[in-house]
């Protein structure tokens, strides 16, 4: 299950494991969590944590997309964490790895994502 956290001035979405195309139930319900967190966030700085994701699809990467121009248009960041070997291969094939940060760690993340405006 998607978890929203915060801390310091970082909205944490942690994703949880499969986000193909396939599940729209799915897709739909993270799509609305991720884009009413990026609507709502006090700092417009979000952090996605894929630490459970195992697979990330098209669909997926597209609710990306249109959170980060959210948070763009509210000069935020959008950041990633925890990206697999699987995941990382969608994201430079995408080249989308070339316009968000990507960390090793929450923590390395956090503490980057909050001492930077």
């Known amino acids: 299950m998607t978890q929203v956290l915060h801390e310091?001035?970082?909205t944490i979405v942690a994703v949880d494991t499969h986000y193909d195309s396939l599940d729209e139930t799915?897709?739909?319900q993270f799509?609305?969590?991720l884009l009413s967190t990026v609507d709502r966030a006090k700092t417009p700085?979000?952090?996605l944590d894929l630490a459970e994701a195992d697979f990330i699809g098209s669909t997926f990467l597209?609710?990306?997309v249109r959170a980060w121009k959210r948070l763009r248009d509210r000069q935020g960041r959008l950041a990633l964490c925890h990206v697999n070997q699987v995941c990382g291969d969608v994201l430079r094939a995408s080249k989308l790895d070339t316009i968000w940060e990507i960390f090793p760690s929450r923590e390395a993340a956090v503490r980057e994502l909050a001492e930077t405006p």
């Open 62 to 64: 597209g609710i990306l």
């Open 26 to 28: 799915k897709l739909d």
């Open 8 to 10: 310091s001035d970082v």
């Open 45 to 47: 700085v979000v952090l």
């Open 31 to 33: 799509s609305k969590l």
